[in-house]
């Protein structure tokens, strides 16, 4: 049986999960230093899932990356240890520590908080970890820009992102 005709007996949901499993081991084999998003939201645990299943069943070859604004719920820390604990990730945890110092909070400081504690924390755990192949779940029609988005968005030195540069997807 040829790819093509497997392909055409599977279901819409298999063949999508099937591409999934297949970006992430060519990301995988391509990167040095490769790291998944992990918000603890449905996509960034869908797409971990997707990661234990493309590996099995070796553990994942790459860690989890939290982003901690310090405003996260108990329970939600819980779950992202046991989560990664559970299916053998090694959990990376990054905070802003400046921003925390500074006392920053979403109530009284709304975007200054949001950029300094995720948007810039998430650029300094980047920086930090050296990580050059970057997994992250977000789902198009959640925000604009994010349509734009390909499955790989090339990203400048500083982090930007510049759709007309972006190469071309032979998908």
Same mark, same amino acid.
């Given at each position: 049986?040829?790819?093509?005709?497997?392909?055409?007996?599977?279901?819409?949901?298999?063949?999508?999960?099937?591409?999934?499993?297949?970006?992430?081991?060519? /990301?995988?084999?391509?990167?040095? @230093?490769?790291?998944?998003?992990?918000?603890? /939201?449905? *996509?960034?645990?869908?797409?971990?899932?997707?990661?234990?299943?493309?590996? +099995? %069943?070796?553990? %994942?070859?790459?860690?989890?990356?939290?982003?901690?604004?310090?405003?996260?719920?108990?329970?939600?820390?819980?779950?992202? *240890?046991?989560?990664?604990?559970?299916?053998?990730?090694?959990?990376?945890? +990054?905070?802003?520590?400046?921003?925390?110092?500074?006392?920053?909070?979403?109530?009284?400081?709304?975007?200054? +908080?949001?950029?300094?504690?995720?948007?810039?924390?998430?650029?300094?755990?980047? *920086?930090?970890? /050296?990580?050059?192949?970057?997994?992250?779940?977000?789902?198009? *029609?959640?925000?604009?820009?994010?349509?734009?988005?390909?499955?790989?968005?090339?990203? @400048?030195?500083?982090?930007?992102?510049?759709?007309?540069?972006?190469? %071309?997807?032979?998908?």
């Amino acid at each position: 049986m040829t790819a093509q005709q497997a392909a055409s007996r599977l279901s819409n949901l298999d063949w999508l999960e099937a591409e999934a499993v297949h970006i992430l081991r060519e /990301g995988v084999t391509e990167g040095r @230093n490769p790291v998944m998003l992990f918000s603890t /939201g449905k *996509d960034s645990t869908v797409l971990a899932h997707l990661a234990v299943r493309a590996f +099995y %069943p070796a553990r %994942p070859p790459f860690p989890l990356l939290h982003v901690n604004s310090t405003w996260e719920f108990h329970s939600l820390l819980a779950f992202r *240890d046991l989560f990664a604990e559970r299916h053998g990730f090694k959990l990376v945890v +990054y905070a802003n520590e400046a921003g925390r110092a500074a006392g920053l909070n979403p109530f009284d400081h709304g975007e200054a +908080y949001t950029t300094a504690m995720r948007t810039e924390a998430l650029k300094q755990a980047l *920086d930090r970890g /050296g990580y050059d192949i970057i997994f992250g779940g977000a789902r198009r *029609d959640e925000e604009r820009s994010r349509a734009k988005e390909r499955i790989f968005s090339v990203r @400048n030195e500083h982090h930007g992102w510049e759709p007309r540069q972006q190469r %071309p997807e032979l998908w």
